[in-house]
């Protein structure tokens, strides 16, 4: 015992002489747990004094401290120290009572630079001392990050946390909101003929195709061979019709105003298989939950052809659950009998008219998608498929749909605990022989969460698209996190076979724990930018999902550029690459059709940063054109390598084009 005794001393002075001295004068201390924690940020529950996030006592390494603050990753306090801090003194790892394989990064930053970067703690490996020295430092930012694997068990302790200071007592704050910013320039006068420029179609089936194209109206449309059985109406750029014989048909496709033309070639390929580029539209969920109507829907198709979104590329119009009877809801319009004596699935009285609503919006040149489950109920309680899969396919096809989301929810009932990958496929095996035998286009959505690797199997069912994690609207904080874990399986990305992420959740949206009214998004402005890069460069489904009638300018900048977008549409399909810079930023590489490159910097940090990419990482040699794709401006030319200042959770999104 004695001899313990003297290793725990001499291991204190070792760790206590090496810390630099702090200057003689008047000094004082405050503990980190008798600050205003309100303002700390985190993952999940609350923050605690002088006990682990929940509840139980702070313990690292066997060792219980007494005092200290219990919170979650990822999680971010600011501290004003008014340049009259010291130091900041604590030991900082993963509960040992935490459940679980928490892995966790414990870093300080001071006035825009690194004071201390822990590297990555574990459940029971201990803690790591923190001695940072905080002189001259005006402001202090304490981050708790995951590790790269999830939130999941990541309770970390601040053991016996303290900041030593010499003059006015630091104090905790909230950053202030991030003022929006737009970026991408209003759509000009010519014509620009936007969106996807290759389209897969099943032969004589029912075909439709809106050109989007923005530019000065009236407008008018021509088409150079066109194959036949199909139809162009000039003044709205609507191809109607039946799907040609198989094949791959090229139209020249023109658009002409007042001040100008434009053209593009438009392959038509007839065959197998559908969504060609990935789908892009509006799904009312994150929005409206249950309280979905016919006269939302219509709206929302409206919408999307007044403002823009049309002309930049959307095409599906989405109801998401609770469009059924259910036995039992809150609204009694919402409650009904499931299915009618034929077995037919029915609409609640919200929906009194589903082919008068498909048939809305079709008539401006967009498609409609629908929503189910193969369990006996869906994830709100509502009519599910089990037992009438075709029926209820057939009836979609009738009514006019054009997509499917199919929703695991209470088919775990069937399954019974931890299904094996054949139990995971059944359901979706069997929906997607269905749809293949019907005499309509339906692109079919797996949402089953990514179980059994779905992405390894989604298309041998019969997918065309398929979410490979959780409902992000549970976790909007951790966007980068999700968009990397999707980019993993970008080796099952390809034309017809699309990684699903989620939707976007920006400008107004409900609150996912609670289904609540649509508020302002979480997400903050430079985020937003970074969002919709990463699911462009990912080339994931472009599907928004907040309201639409709360549509601002800067909202419609995010989803609307045209530029943006194209990376996302690009025929060759690829999901980017990732290269890591460090623990908080990285670098997606794309390669593009036409031998471009487009490549995105993103920033995680809180902090803004300088992000350098060598030419030889991102896969270049000689001098290349570079093009910020937000801003829709030439930004000169380079050799490599590439250095950017991206702003803290932000991006710098370009396109390099090689010059010969």
Known sequence: MFHRMCLV????????????????????????????LTHLRQGWGTPRVDSSVDGKPLRLGGVTYHRGVGTHARAVLRIALHESALRFRALAGVNDSSNGAGSVRVRLLGDGRVLFASGVLRTGRGGVAIDADLTGIDTLILTATDA?????????????????????????????????????????????????????????????HRIPCTGERPMTFTARTLPAGLTLDPSTGIIRGTAPAAGTHRVT????????????????????????????????????????????M??????????????????????????????????????????????????????????????????????????????????????????????DAKQFAAWGFDFLKYDWCSYSEVTGGNPDRAALRKPYEVMGNVLAG???????????????????????????????????????????????????HRAWSGPGSWNDPDYIQIGYVGNAMTGGEPQPTPVPPQM???????????ASPLFFSGDMNRLD???????????????????????????PLDDETFVMVKEMEDGSKAVGFFNRDEIDRDLTAP????????????RDLWRQQDIGTSAGPLTYRVPSRGVMFVRLRPLH
């Open 9 to 36: 001393l001499t291991v204190l002075v070792c760790l206590f002489a090496e810390a630099p001295a702090i200057s003689p004068g008047a000094q004082d201390s405050v503990w980190l747990g008798s600050l205003d």
């Open 148 to 208: 790269g694997d999830g939130i999941d068990h990541d309770h970390v302790d601040l053991c016996d946390a303290r900041i030593v200071y010499s003059g006015t007592p630091p104090g905790t704050f909230t950053q202030a909101p991030e003022q929006p910013s737009i970026l991408t320039p209003a759509p000009g006068p010519l014509p620009r003929i936007n969106g996807a420029r290759v389209i897969g179609c099943r032969p004589g089936h029912p075909f439709l």
């Open 253 to 296: 496709v023109t658009a002409k105003n007042a001040r100008g033309s434009a053209s593009v070639e438009l392959r038509i390929v007839s065959g197998a298989t559908l969504a060609l580029t990935p789908p892009m539209g509006w799904n009312h969920w994150y929005a409206h939950y249950n309280r979905v109507t016919d006269a939302l």
């Open 298 to 391: 219509r709206e929302a198709a409206d919408v999307m052809h007044r403002t823009g979104m049309a002309d930049a590329g959307y095409q599906y119009v989405s109801i998401d659950d609770c469009w059924m009877n259910a036995p039992r809801h809150s609204d009694p319009l919402r409650v009904g009998p499931l299915r009618d004596p034929g077995g037919n699935i029915l609409p609640n009285k919200h929906f009194p008219d589903m082919r008068g609503l498909t048939e809305h919006i079709h008539a401006l040149g967009l498609k409609a998608g629908i929503y189910t489950s193969p369990g006996r109920l869906t994830c709100a309680g509502f009519a599910g498929t089990l037992g009438h899969e075709e029926q």
């Open 438 to 488: 019907l005499d309509r286009d339906m692109v079919l959505n797996l949402c089953q969460y990514g179980m059994g690797n779905v992405w390894e199997w989604g298309a041998a069912v019969g997918g065309q698209c398929w979410r490979t994690a959780g409902d992000l609207g549970f976790e909007l904080d951790r966007i980068y996190e999700v968009a990397l874990q999707n980019a993993d």
């Open 528 to 538: 937003q930018y970074a969002y919709m890069s990463l699911w462009s460069l990912m």
């Open 553 to 579: 300018p800067f909202t419609l900048n995010i989803l609307c550029n045209p530029e943006v977008i194209e990376v996302d549409q690009d025929p060759l399909g690829q999901s980017a690459a990732v290269i």
């Open 615 to 626: 030419w030889s990482a991102l896969g270049l040699q000689g001098r290349h054109a570079i």
